[in-house]
């Protein structure tokens, strides 16, 4: 009886086939008396209890073949961008050539767009070398396959706010990108390309769209007499001196993050600037009654520098 390693991997290809020398016989063997089973043609999966997502990757750039990478929700993964976001049942492996190839748990898409390759962290690959594409390239292709703005939003801006790309490399990867299904990324692209840099800011811009208001700007850098920026505003208008801040509970779970902010605050108005705090859940699901809000109190502030400028 030939003797099996304790170490094998978890998914054996054919390299691996002839490192074991295994031949079709001993592998036949192998699969009945050990529970292992085929996922694709040339790789085996030697776990009885069952595949993981991970081992879908394996077969997947197997499938590919050279030169290829990791795409979609799991080149996210790999960058902790999608920890909300339900996986897809596929596993998505972009090639350079070769033909389209799907089955229940892989897509293999070939692609005569460039891409990069870069490594997949170890806990994803199960020793075996495997590439993803680059950031943008990834939010791109899942996006793609989403039906929900504020998931598209979520990725979009987590992306550009964790300084993983820039939306001028979104903006890129939507223009190259097909068009068809490409609606929530590009309406996404174009709130980063904006200045939003979060899902909640992004629906706030959307919100003071509704009406008419002074024009504004979002994600606006403050600067102190000294010339020493002191805050960046989440809407700024400049000629007002007025700032809507939206402020999501997950950046105020501790103590430091609330002190941070009174301080941010108390910089800004010992500047002369007007500052309004709003929570997401203000804005989302009554987008027309905040807007009208926030006129109220750009109104109330015109009139009161209004009165400072007569005494």
Not at 12 to 25: E, F, K, M, Q, V
Not at 73 to 92: G, K, N
Not at 165 to 179: F, I, S, T, V
Not at 199 to 221: G, H, K, Q, T, W
Request: hydrophobic fraction near 40%; aromatic fraction near 4%; proline fraction near 7%.
């Amino acid at each position: 009886m030939r003797h099996i390693p304790t170490d094998l991997p978890r998914v054996l290809l054919p390299a691996d086939l002839g490192r074991l020398g295994c031949t079709r016989s001993s592998l036949r063997n192998d699969i009945d008396r050990h529970g292992w089973r085929r996922l694709a043609p040339g790789a085996i999966l030697t776990d009885p209890s069952g595949p993981r997502r991970t081992d879908w990757l394996v077969v997947g750039a197997h499938l590919a073949g050279d030169d290829c990478a990791v795409s979609g929700w799991d080149a996210l993964d790999a960058r902790a961008l999608v920890q909300r976001v339900e996986p897809p049942p596929q596993v998505l492996v972009l090639a350079r050539d070769g033909r389209h190839r799907r089955t229940e748990h892989v897509i293999v898409r070939p692609t005569e767009r460039p891409f990069a390759r870069i490594p997949l962290p170890n806990s994803q690959t199960d020793g075996h070398d495997l590439c993803m594409v680059g950031t943008a390239r990834a939010v791109a292709d899942t996006s793609l396959g989403m039906g929900e703005l504020p998931t598209v939003r979520g990725i979009v801006t987590s992306a550009v706010q964790r300084g993983l790309c820039k939306p001028e490399a979104l903006y890129d990867e939507l223009c190259a990108g097909p068009r068809n299904g490409s609606a929530l990324l590009r309406r996404a692209v174009t709130d980063v390309l904006g200045g939003a840099r979060s899902v909640a800011e992004a629906e706030a811009v959307d919100a003071l769209r509704l009406i008419e208001l002074p024009p504004f700007e979002v994600n606006a850098p403050i600067f102190d007499a000294a010339g020493r920026r002191i805050a960046v505003a989440d809407v700024l208008w400049r000629e007002l001196l007025a700032i809507a801040e939206i402020d999501s509970r997950e950046f105020h779970f501790n103590e430091q993050d609330w002190q941070n902010t009174m301080h941010r605050h108390n910089l800004l108005t010992a500047a002369g600037y007007a500052v309004a705090h709003w929570p997401p859940s203000a804005i989302r699901g009554r987008e027309h009654e905040w807007a009208d809000e926030v006129a109220c109190w750009l109104q109330a502030r015109s009139r009161e520098l209004a009165g400072q400028q007569a005494r």
